[in-house]
Structures are given as structure tokens and as C-alpha cells.
């Protein structure tokens, strides 16, 4: 049990933004999740997460810890395009979630991973079963997936030791001037607003992205993306931060309509091609996914000119 005291300071102060100032290390919809169940406790009585306080409030919270959570099994059709006693490389759609997370609890990745696969590695835990690394939700294309525990450490190495090649198609907005680049910029969690990154701040994370150009259109630049790093949004953070943002990102500054076409309802990036090292005997192998047809459609609008 927990007792607090609102001071006159906190009048029209939520009393879930209250609760989440002074406990911290909980998440606030746990904390909404607690004041929901009755185990927030305002003068004696129940209240709402949105109620405001007045200052001077007694206020106890009897804190109860999360239900286990695991994910569940569901028939969901899957497209491997390769596997072997160790990893499964995955062509994912564009509007699949990896794993729960955010409201989303069905119809991920890792639901119809279980339907599919007897086993997979336990060291991203009950929830991340096999997840190895990442692919935003409206992005398409390969991602890999263990099956065992020993795979998943071998493949998080070379993850990290920056041994796996990851080779993404992008379209982005506007002329693209130089036919190839680099962008070496640190990315961080937006202080403003907390669903983007950013890489305007010094103390982000470093973060590596190589680009060339493969097809100039009107309006647009056809890209070979390739990422030394694996951060959060990282393709669409560094392409939006030299004035490029990917075709159909809203967060990062795309339009949401382009005149002449249809809207695009994903980002207009795919993860092509992956390289990496057979866990069992270290050899290579490259797993390449096509360019989504409904990308190949909508960039075919407008007439490109090769380069």
C-alpha cells in the first residue's frame, strides 16, 4: 500500500498523471489499469484516472502485479522464404505488427509463428518468442526468426557485431542530389513527441544508413537503402532528416495524399534483402523478397526515367 497526499500545487492535476509522477517505475496504464480495478483510492472512494484534483486529496494505491502474459497461437497465413533446422527468414506484410505490444494483442507475427512452428527461441521471452530483430508495422519484407535458443544468441551477435547485411527499397519525396550517401546522425526518442524519434539531438543512439540511387521519377527518388544499426525507425528518421522523407510516412513529414495517385495506407519501404551467417556452420546465406506489387503499382503513376 502506498499513501500520497495532493499538494495545492497539483490542483487540476489528473490523478493518473498524478499517480505515474510519483510512481515511475509503473507504466500509466498500469497505473489506469489499478485505478479502474479499485485499488485507487481518493478521500476513501473510487475514482476516475481523468478525475482532477482539488489539492489536498489523501490518496492510497494498493499496486497488483501484471497477469502473465504469453502469446497465443492463431492461423495466419505465412510466407517463408527460406528455413532450415535453425532460422526462418519471413516475408512480412505491410500492416503486420511483430509482436504485441500497444494495444495489439492478435493477428501478429509471432501468433502465426506459433500456429506454424512447434518451437522457437525463449530468449526474447514469452512474448517475443523467436524474434530476433524488428520490422515497423507499414513496413514490408524479410525478417528472421530462431528457432532455438542457441540460433537466437548466434544471430543477436551478429546482429550486433554488424555482420548482417540488411538492404531496404525506399521511395522517397523530391530529388535526392547526390547519386549516393551516408547519414551518420545519433537517434533519440523525440522529447516532444514521444511516438517519433529524432536525430536533432546530440546524445542519441549512434545510428548508420548508406543510400544509393536507383531510379529518379518526377517528384520522387527511387532508393537502395542499407543500415549498419538497427534503431527505431531509423531508415525514416534519416531520410526525413535530409529533406526525403518515405513515401506515405505521415509521422515523419510525407503528405498523406499525393495529387494523381491513390493514398498510400503503408510506408513505402521494404526490407529487399538480408545476409547472414548459418548458425549451424557459419555459412552465408542471402534471402531476397520482392518489391510488394502494390509498391511496384503505385511507383508505376508516373513515368521513371533509369538512371
Do not use: C
Amino acid at each position: 500500500m502506498a499513501d500520497f497526499t495532493a499538494g495545492r500545487g497539483e490542483a487540476g492535476r489528473r490523478l493518473d498523471h498524478f499517480l505515474h509522477a510519483r510512481l515511475p517505475q509503473y507504466s500509466r496504464s498500469r497505473i489506469q489499469q489499478w485505478i479502474r480495478d479499485g485499488r485507487v483510492l481518493v478521500n476513501g472512494a473510487a475514482a476516475r484516472a481523468s478525475s482532477l484534483l482539488r489539492g489536498g486529496e489523501a490518496i492510497q494505491v494498493e499496486p497488483a502485479d501484471p497477469p502473465p502474459l504469453h502469446a497465443e497461437a492463431e492461423e495466419i497465413p505465412l510466407a517463408i522464404l527460406y528455413e532450415d533446422n535453425d532460422v526462418v527468414a519471413v516475408d512480412k506484410p505491410a500492416g503486420m505488427v511483430v509482436h504485441a505490444g500497444a494495444g495489439v494483442h492478435s493477428g501478429t507475427l509471432v501468433n502465426a509463428l506459433l500456429h506454424r512452428f512447434s518451437a522457437l527461441s525463449a530468449v526474447g521471452g514469452e512474448m517475443r518468442p523467436g524474434i530476433v530483430h524488428r520490422l515497423d508495422r507499414y513496413t514490408s519484407g524479410v525478417i528472421l526468426v530462431a528457432k532455438n535458443d542457441a540460433a537466437h544468441r548466434k544471430l543477436a551477435a551478429q546482429f550486433s557485431s554488424r555482420r548482417v547485411e540488411k538492404v531496404y527499397l525506399a521511395l522517397v519525396h523530391s530529388a535526392v542530389k547526390q547519386e549516393s550517401g551516408v547519414i551518420d546522425k545519433p537517434i533519440a526518442r523525440d522529447p516532444v513527441h514521444r511516438t517519433r524519434m529524432t536525430a536533432r539531438l546530440r546524445d542519441g543512439r549512434t545510428a548508420h544508413t548508406e543510400y544509393r540511387v536507383i531510379t529518379r521519377l518526377p517528384g520522387f527518388t527511387y532508393l537502395e537503402v542499407k543500415i549498419g544499426t538497427g534503431r527505431t525507425h531509423q531508415i525514416r528518421v534519416h531520410l526525413a532528416s535530409i529533406h526525403h522523407p518515405v513515401a506515405g510516412d505521415t509521422l515523419y513529414g510525407a503528405p498523406a495524399q499525393v495529387p494523381g495517385r491513390p493514398p498510400l495506407a503503408r510506408y513505402f519501404l521494404h526490407a529487399h534483402r538480408i545476409r547472414f551467417f548459418r548458425p549451424a556452420d557459419g555459412e552465408p546465406v542471402t534471402v531476397v523478397s520482392p518489391l510488394p506489387k502494390e509498391l511496384e503499382d503505385w511507383m508505376a503513376g508516373e513515368n521513371a526515367t533509369h538512371q
